[in-house]
């Protein structure tokens, strides 16, 4: 249950407020639940649920449906969903790809575009790949949405307070007010943040860590490995808000025949690259990389997806000694290296865990699959509606 607790000095107003945030969010991160169980789940009275309920309606943030049938006794209750109307624009910069995709309330994703770059792109031209996006979004099927906001997952070091992308090593970018770039082409609210933070948190809310309170999630994708994690239900960010960089840290091997670098770190040694180089490709989207890997039969191919399991094996073993998280989840290209081999890759992480530790740590694949960095944008510029759906008023 959700406890609603007042709090000395507040009025009707705020109490109203927060009361609305409460059930939107119940809502959004729900599965489509009755009044009923809004009631149970926040412990207020039925007749203040409608209240709520009718006023997030209003406001277009909810609809109610038809109730589901049920075995209980008595009059089925209506089930509260999120409306369809608003959406963010959610955005994902590469070093080889833009993808942008419009994410409604509720982790809906619609229209997602994968825009193909052959070179690295600077802010200004990203940014302006972004508008030009977003521009045919808005005259097809954006017509009838209400925008919200735009949320950048940037892969660098992003200060939260306002989304400075502080360092890109992969990008080339330092010091960029790059939500400040992309909010004047698009004229939307802008947010940005580090897209395996992004990651972490879409897993946890939406994804496979829902309900996990202690999580490690890495991020394999075109610029590196990137990480977050998730102590007592809540993102853990470090004293700076730079915590996570698991693909900077520099493994150590025993046999020199599983380094492919001198003294590389992570990112280095376990290399979507070195994998598409073999499968004689620039670049991938996601899916068709697995289904890539998994269908081929290259020796070649097969000793490095052995040799980067090795490698990643001992990276996870580290993480799972130092922070002891109940669910290991992995994104990207790095869910591949385990749907290759799951036992091969869990052998290689038991090799460098403590006994105790690895007792009861289940590894996984993002339940989001690719969509998990857009949802996790989204979330970040959903934040003020949720916050306040109040403030959603036209």
Same mark, same amino acid.
């Given at each position: 249950?959700?406890?609603?607790?007042?709090?000395?000095?507040? +009025?009707?107003?705020?109490?109203?407020?927060?009361?609305?945030?409460?059930?939107?969010?119940?809502?959004?991160?729900?599965? !489509?639940?009755?009044? *009923?169980?809004?009631?149970?789940?926040?412990?207020?009275?039925?007749?203040?649920?409608?209240?709520?309920?009718?006023?997030?309606?209003?406001?277009?943030?909810?609809?109610?449906?038809?109730?589901?049938?049920?075995?209980?006794?008595?009059?089925?209750?209506?089930?509260?969903?999120?409306?369809?109307?608003?959406?963010?624009?959610?955005?994902?910069?590469?070093?080889?790809?833009? +993808?942008? *995709?419009?994410?409604?309330? !509720?982790?809906? &994703?619609?229209?997602?575009?994968?825009?193909?770059?052959?070179?690295?792109?600077?802010?200004?031209?990203?940014?302006?790949?972004?508008?030009?996006?977003?521009?045919?979004?808005?005259?097809?099927?954006?017509?009838?949405?209400?925008?919200?906001?735009? !949320?950048?997952? &940037?892969?660098?070091?992003?200060?939260?307070?306002?989304?400075?992308?502080?360092? $890109?090593?992969?990008?080339?970018?330092?010091?960029?007010?790059?939500?400040?770039?992309?909010?004047?082409?698009?004229?939307?609210?802008?947010?940005?943040?580090?897209?395996? +933070?992004?990651?972490?948190?879409?897993?946890?809310?939406?994804?496979?860590?829902?309900?996990?309170?202690?999580?490690?999630?890495?991020?394999?994708? /075109?610029?590196?490995?990137?990480?977050?994690?998730?102590?007592?239900?809540?993102?853990?960010?470090?004293?700076?808000?730079? /915590?996570?960089?698991?693909?900077?840290?520099?493994?150590?091997?025993?046999?020199? $025949?599983?380094?492919?670098?001198?003294?590389?770190?992570l990112e280095e040694e376990v290399s979507r690259a070195r994998l598409l180089a073999i499968l004689g490709r620039r670049t991938s989207d996601e899916p068709e990389f697995e289904a890539a890997v998994l269908s081929s039969q290259d020796?070649?191919?097969?000793?490095?997806?052995?040799?980067?399991?090795?490698?990643?094996? !001992?990276?996870?073993?580290?993480?799972?000694?130092?922070?002891?998280?109940?669910?290991?989840?992995?994104?990207?290209?790095?869910?591949?290296?385990? *749907?290759?081999?799951?036992?091969?890759?869990?052998?290689?992480? $038991?090799?460098?865990?403590?006994?105790?530790?690895?007792?009861?740590?289940?590894?996984?694949?993002?339940?989001?699959?690719?969509?998990?960095?857009?949802?996790? *944008?989204?979330?970040?510029?959903?934040?003020?509606?949720?916050?306040?759906?109040?403030?959603?008023?036209?």
């Open positions: 249950m959700v406890c609603l607790v007042a709090v000395l000095g507040d +009025t009707v107003d705020s109490v109203r407020r927060r009361n609305l945030s409460t059930v939107l969010e119940l809502v959004h991160r729900g599965d !489509g639940p009755s009044r *009923a169980d809004l009631t149970n789940l926040t412990g207020l009275n039925r007749s203040t649920i409608g209240a709520l309920v009718g006023e997030l309606v209003e406001l277009g943030l909810v609809q109610e449906t038809d109730p589901s049938a049920t075995n209980r006794v008595g009059r089925p209750s209506r089930r509260v969903l999120p409306h369809p109307g608003p959406a963010i624009i959610a955005v994902n910069p590469e070093i080889d790809a833009v +993808t942008v *995709a419009v994410v409604g309330l !509720g982790a809906q &994703v619609e229209h997602r575009i994968r825009h193909e770059l052959d070179h690295i792109a600077s802010p200004e031209e990203t940014a302006a790949v972004i508008g030009a996006l977003v521009e045919e979004l808005r005259a097809g099927p954006l017509k009838d949405r209400r925008l919200v906001g735009v !949320g950048l997952a &940037v892969p660098g070091l992003v200060r939260a307070s306002d989304g400075v992308v502080r360092w $890109a090593p992969h990008l080339g970018w330092r010091e960029i007010s790059f939500p400040r770039l992309v909010e004047s082409v698009v004229g939307l609210p802008t947010f940005a943040d580090n897209d395996a +933070t992004l990651g972490a948190l879409a897993e946890r809310l939406f994804g496979v860590g829902r309900g996990v309170d202690q999580l490690v999630y890495l991020n394999g994708g /075109a610029s590196g490995i990137g990480g977050g994690v998730i102590i007592n239900g809540r993102p853990y960010r470090g004293a700076y808000g730079y /915590a996570g960089e698991f693909g900077h840290n520099r493994p150590r091997l025993d046999d020199p $025949a599983h380094r492919a670098t001198v003294g590389g770190t020796p070649a191919l097969h000793a490095e997806l052995a040799r980067q399991q090795v490698v990643l094996g !001992g990276a996870l073993g580290n993480a799972i000694n130092v922070i002891g998280p109940e669910l290991v989840v992995l994104g990207g290209f790095l869910a591949t290296l385990l *749907a290759w081999d799951a036992p091969g890759l869990e052998a290689a992480v $038991a090799a460098r865990t403590l006994p105790v530790a690895w007792e009861g740590t289940r590894i996984r694949p993002a339940g989001l699959a690719r969509n998990r960095l857009l949802i996790g *944008a989204a979330e970040l510029a959903f934040g003020s509606v949720l916050r306040d759906p109040a403030s959603f008023a036209d």
